[in-house]
């Protein structure tokens, strides 16, 4: 066997397998992380840490139900110009507070970090954590925008 066939076949099984893995890891780590924490402050209470590629739920999108997202196109129709305006926003603005409501029972933090909105509140009953990137969010309200194919709301730079 010649060197060039033993190259190609080497390419073949360890050269491309390698290359689309980095890519699709290079895709994922792009696309950011969801992340969901909670954790009850009661004895025994539960405690929840769920992560999830954010390219994993976009990757999903194409197959949710159009029922479902023909219901949400009403309130898109409604609310999609706050959205946008939102969005707009969101993707020229610097990383920061959002919403900040502090309680005697209760604190609400909603900042914008890196690419992600994270969203954490810390009550006596429970504390919760969530990050979501902004591509993502992007990506699942424009699956729900319904028939409004102007309104398109690209943020981040996730490609979503």
Known sequence: MNRKRVFSILFLLWGLPLILALGVGVWVSHAGMIAVNVVEHRPGGDEVHVKVPGALVEMALPFVPDVVCMDASGEMEKWGPVL????????SMDDGVLVEVSGRRENVLIHKKGGSVIIDVDSDDETVHITMPLGTVSAVLSKFQGGHANWKCRIGDSGA
């Open 84 to 91: 946008k305006s939102i969005c707009g926003e969101l993707r």
